[in-house]
């Protein structure tokens, strides 16, 4: 028997709402498959604890989270406290504490979900988003003069390495591979970005060159905006820096029809520590404790943690289940215009899992 641990942070908002039901679908996956079982542990980090004790995780957090096979990750954020310290000293710690350096996003229209897109004319959506999640325009890197004088001076410092460049670019060629189109679009504002890009253009035109069977095209960032509105059936794979990917990835999942849906992978490709999946909505403290937060962005997630764990047939099981509930279109929260709960969209993705043995 296969045993999987992981570290179950449901954070802020409705993050605990849609982690705990998501563990539920977990644990019923595993049920049907057989073949492997979950520990979970829980851990109650997050805003909560930052207004108790001052910080967001305790200051052995990495510690205690390395060696875990993945961390399921529900949403950070809070009114009262600024972005820098719930974002930056949780989710970000430990992106950057394991080098989870790829993040991906999985982008398709569920059956039944009614996207803006005009599909009567072809314009289907089948993608995945592979951001630079360790560098770039996110670095960090910059600085503040001359505080509050006319001459004051803001500084961000896009900082981009070959290595850094080279591993996403190997990572997206290497997934691309994976998918049957096999095509790959490498995102980039060189015309403009004169340095790190034209760097970006050149390593990546070195390493996509070691995988001749894949179909590769460059775009620069603002073209690639419309093209995902216009021509969104000619994308598959897309590789693009932190700052890009993270505008062109929120584009995508407005395509794709509901925040409540979507799901991300921050990956270490390594496998060298453990990788953290979460879904793409916030904490949503508007419908937190009401009981009707779409759980179905936390399902997704757990699939794409399945497959990162090896387990791809119960990952591919999980999303056939969660299908099957929006094609049917009866039990839906009321995000995608519905009138169930979270308890009873989960209650119905686990029987569909039972049937779909
Ligand atoms: P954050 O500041 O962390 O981004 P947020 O409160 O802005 O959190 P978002 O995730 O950005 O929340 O979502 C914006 C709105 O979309 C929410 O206020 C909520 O109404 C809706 N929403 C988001 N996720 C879900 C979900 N899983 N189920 C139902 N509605 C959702
Ligand atoms: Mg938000």
Redesign the pocket.
């Known amino acids: 028997m296969r045993r999987h641990r992981i570290a179950a942070m449901g954070g802020d908002?409705?993050g605990p709402e849609?982690i705990a039901a998501g563990c539920r679908v977990l644990d019923a996956v595993a049920e049907a498959d057989g073949g492997f079982t979950f520990t979970t542990e829980t851990f109650d980090w997050g805003s909560a604890m930052y207004r108790a004790t001052g910080r967001m995780m305790p200051a052995d957090g990495l510690d205690r989270l390395k060696d875990f096979d993945a961390i399921f990750f529900g949403?950070?954020?809070a009114p009262d406290i600024p972005d820098h310290i719930t974002l930056w000293e949780l989710r970000l710690a430990i992106c950057q504490g394991f080098d989870q350096y790829a993040n991906v996003r999985p982008t398709r229209l569920l059956p039944g979900v009614v996207g803006p897109l005009r599909e009567d004319l072809g314009r289907r959506i089948d993608w995945v988003i592979v951001r630079e999640n360790s560098e770039g325009e996110y670095s960090g890197v910059g600085g503040r003069a001359h505080r509050g004088l006319p001459i004051e001076v803001g500084m961000d410092v896009a900082v981009f390495t070959r290595a850094g460049v080279e591993r996403i670019c190997r990572y997206a060629c290497e997934l691309a591979m994976t998918r049957p189109r096999k095509k790959l679009t490498v995102v980039t504002k060189s015309n403009a970005q004169r340095h790190g890009l034209v760097m970006w253009d050149e390593v990546c035109a070195e390493v996509t060159a070691q995988f001749p069977e894949l179909t590769v095209d460059k775009m620069l960032v603002d073209a690639m905006t419309a093209r995902m509105v216009m021509k969104p059936e000619t994308i598959d794979t897309v590789v693009a820096t932190n700052l890009h990917a993270d505008i062109l990835s929120d584009l995508a999942s407005a395509l794709a029809g509901s925040?409540?849906i979507g799901a991300t992978g921050n990956i270490d490709p390594t496998r060298k520590r453990p990788s953290m999946f979460e879904?793409i909505?916030?904490?949503?403290?508007?419908?937190t404790g009401k009981g009707?937060?779409?759980?179905l962005?936390s399902f997704w997630t757990a699939s794409m943690m399945l497959e990162h764990l090896g387990e791809g047939d119960a990952a591919r099981r999980l999303m056939r289940a969660v299908e099957a509930v929006t094609a049917r279109g009866e039990v839906l929260?009321?995000?995608l215009g519905g009138r169930a709960t979270t308890a009873e969209v989960t209650d119905a993705v686990i029987a569909a899992l039972k049937g779909a043995n």
């Open positions: 908002g409705i849609v949403a950070v954020g925040l409540g879904p909505h916030g904490s949503a403290f508007d419908i009707i937060a779409n759980p962005g929260t009321p995000d």
